[in-house]
């Protein structure tokens, strides 16, 4: 019988995105004021592997991706994906926007050895966690880099990405060293 451990904390992180800068100013605010500080924001990089968001969210679409200071047990993940669908439909309500969807958050987070992210949606390499939520492994880290998996997002194969993420695990592992859990 194996023995049962709690889990290594992982890093927070979130990808916010939009057509409008503005939404992803209210997304990091938001999502500041609720998960605390945050250690780490990418560029904000034009979306455009996909046209798969343009009916709901227009063209032109930007992102930015906030990793946040305190570490979380990943177990807390699917409450956390609840609660950005909760703050979609809070920036959809503003009316400042004429899209359906303003405003896209998922919320994941990236351990040691991969990048995981939260979604609705159910799919063959996805594992459900609770409440309607689902987890996949986006990417994995193996010889000092990102590596993808068939179902890897386009998005997520950007070197530029990449780089953000790798900023990102370094930090983590920081973070794990001084707290003596490495």
Same mark, same amino acid.
Request: charged content about 20%; proline content about 7%.
């Given at each position: 019988?194996?023995?049962?451990?709690?889990?290594?904390?992982?890093?927070?992180?979130?990808?916010?995105?939009?057509?409008?800068?503005?939404?992803?100013?209210?997304? #990091?605010?938001?999502?500041?004021?609720?998960?605390?500080?945050?250690?780490?924001?990418?560029?904000?990089?034009?979306?455009?592997?996909?046209?798969?968001?343009?009916?709901?969210?227009?063209?032109?679409?930007?992102?930015?991706?906030?990793?946040?200071?305190?570490?979380?047990?990943?177990?807390?993940?699917?409450?956390?994906?609840?609660?950005?669908?909760?703050?979609?439909?809070?920036?959809?309500?503003?009316?400042?926007?004429?899209?359906?969807?303003?405003?896209?958050?998922?919320?994941?987070?990236?351990?040691?050895?991969?990048?995981?992210?939260?979604?609705?949606?159910?799919?063959?390499?996805?594992?459900?966690?609770?409440?309607?939520?689902?987890?996949?492994?986006?990417?994995?880290?193996?010889?000092?880099?990102?590596?993808?998996?068939?179902?890897?997002?386009?998005?997520?194969? #950007?070197?530029?990405?990449?780089?953000?993420?790798?900023?990102?695990?370094?930090?983590?592992?920081?973070?794990?060293?001084?707290?003596?859990?490495?």
């Amino acid at each position: 019988m194996g023995t049962i451990h709690p889990p290594t904390p992982v890093l927070l992180i979130l990808a916010a995105f939009s057509r409008y800068p503005q939404a992803l100013e209210w997304a #990091r605010g938001t999502a500041q004021a609720s998960w605390g500080e945050i250690a780490l924001k990418s560029p904000v990089f034009s979306f455009q592997e996909t046209d798969y968001y343009e009916p709901t969210m227009g063209s032109g679409l930007l992102k930015q991706f906030f990793a946040f200071s305190e570490l979380i047990d990943p177990g807390r993940i699917a409450d956390l994906k609840i609660q950005t669908n909760g703050w979609e439909w809070e920036y959809k309500q503003l009316g400042l926007h004429p899209e359906p969807r303003p405003l896209n958050l998922d919320p994941g987070y990236i351990a040691l050895g991969k990048l995981v992210l939260a979604s609705t949606k159910d799919f063959f390499h996805r594992i459900y966690l609770s409440r309607g939520i689902y987890a996949e492994v986006t990417l994995f880290y193996r010889h000092g880099s990102w590596e993808t998996l068939p179902w890897t997002f386009a998005d997520y194969r #950007r070197a530029d990405y990449q780089q953000f993420f790798l900023q990102c695990r370094s930090y983590l592992h920081r973070q794990l060293k001084e707290a003596g859990r490495l």
